[in-house]
């Protein structure tokens, strides 16, 4: 088989969560370009429309405005892919939020907040668009879920951002039991740990780029086709026979620290 249909994504539904910001956008424009069919979604609606105008230049984009830190929300946005697409070939669950106090002051708010939109939701997304992916997934093609994890699910983050860790690092555990379960399904279930990506979400931290980049393994952060090679690679042919993994993309962040 020739690279260009290994790695080839052409004419495969996808959907992306937080898809129009930081890594979600990278991922999506990432697909895009490589001619899968993407549905993004966000709460910000104006933010929502405007990246995904922006992104239908590279190819089908739509946005569909949902609060996926609601059960309600997830239920909603589900039944509204299901009503336009008989199958789904690619879920990135990649929405996500995070929270930091001291330990002290740590409020229970802080801890629902990012544990039902990092996990829960994904979660119930994945069981509630379990039926298309049933139908597009063959055995030597299957349906994909890419849970968007973290290196602080990993290693110590060095930030009190505790739901936030305990919440990637129970995604990682849930992609693999979630693998396992639905691989008679013909659904692989894979994760990406990402490093440090320059996001909304990591903009405190990225007043000093370029020192921080130096202080990677690989002296830079991580730049779009990065995380976009690695769903790419799990989303193609390439990755059919893999399922239940972790995929670290760090610039060498994990190894170094442990």
Same mark, same amino acid.
């Given at each position: 088989?020739?690279?260009?249909?290994?790695?080839?994504?052409?004419?495969?539904?996808?959907?992306?969560?937080?898809?129009?910001?930081?890594?979600?956008?990278?991922?999506?424009?990432?697909?895009?370009?490589?001619?899968?069919?993407?549905?993004?979604?966000?709460?910000?609606?104006?933010?929502?429309?405007?990246?995904?105008?922006?992104?239908?230049?590279?190819?089908?984009?739509?946005?569909?405005?949902?609060?996926?830190?609601?059960?309600?929300?997830?239920?909603?946005?589900?039944?509204?892919?299901?009503?336009?697409?008989?199958?789904?070939?690619?879920?990135?669950?990649?929405?996500?939020?995070?929270?930091?106090?001291?330990?002290?002051?740590?409020?229970?708010?802080?801890?629902?907040?990012?544990?039902?939109?990092?996990?829960?939701?994904?979660?119930?997304?994945?069981?509630?668009?379990?039926?298309?992916?049933?139908?597009?997934?063959?055995?030597?093609?299957?349906?994909?879920?890419?849970?968007?994890?973290?290196?602080?699910?990993?290693?110590?983050?060095?930030?009190?951002?505790?739901?936030?860790?305990?919440?990637?690092? !129970? &995604? /990682?555990? =849930?992609?693999?039991?979630?693998? #396992?379960?639905?691989?008679? @399904?013909? %659904?692989? $279930?894979?994760?990406?740990?990402?490093?440090?990506?320059?996001?909304?979400?990591?903009?405190?931290?990225?007043?000093?780029?370029?020192?921080?980049?130096?202080?990677?393994?690989?002296?830079?952060?991580?730049?779009?086709?990065?995380?976009?090679? !690695? &769903? /790419?690679? =799990?989303?193609?042919?390439?990755? #059919?026979?893999?399922?239940? @993994?972790? %995929?670290? $993309?760090?610039?060498?962040?994990?190894?170094?620290?442990?």
């Amino acid at each position: 088989m020739k690279i260009e249909q290994l790695f080839s994504v052409s004419g495969k539904v996808a959907v992306v969560t937080g898809g129009s910001r930081g890594i979600g956008e990278m991922i999506t424009r990432g697909l895009l370009e490589n001619g899968a069919r993407v549905y993004i979604t966000a709460r910000k609606e104006d933010e929502l429309k405007a990246a995904a105008e922006a992104m239908s230049e590279l190819g089908e984009c739509i946005a569909i405005r949902a609060d996926l830190s609601t059960n309600e929300g997830v239920n909603t946005f589900a039944a509204e892919i299901r009503e336009r697409e008989s199958k789904v070939d690619i879920l990135v669950n990649n929405a996500g939020a995070s929270w930091g106090a001291p330990i002290d002051e740590f409020p229970e708010s802080g801890w629902d907040k990012v544990m039902d939109l990092n996990l829960k939701s994904l979660f119930f997304l994945t069981q509630q668009l379990l039926e298309p992916m049933r139908a597009a997934g063959t055995d030597e093609d299957p349906a994909r879920v890419i849970n968007i994890a973290s290196v602080n699910g990993i290693t110590h983050p060095k930030m009190q951002t505790y739901s936030y860790s305990s919440s990637k690092a !129970a &995604v /990682i555990h =849930l992609t693999r039991h979630l693998a #396992a379960d639905l691989a008679p @399904d013909r %659904i692989t $279930v894979n994760a990406i740990a990402p490093g440090f990506f320059p996001s909304k979400m990591t903009a405190f931290l990225l007043d000093h780029e370029k020192e921080m980049g130096k202080g990677m393994p690989l002296r830079r952060l991580g730049g779009p086709e990065d995380i976009a090679g !690695a &769903v /790419i690679y =799990l989303s193609s042919r390439a990755g #059919a026979w893999v399922t239940g @993994d972790t %995929i670290v $993309v760090d610039g060498g962040f994990v190894a170094r620290a442990g």
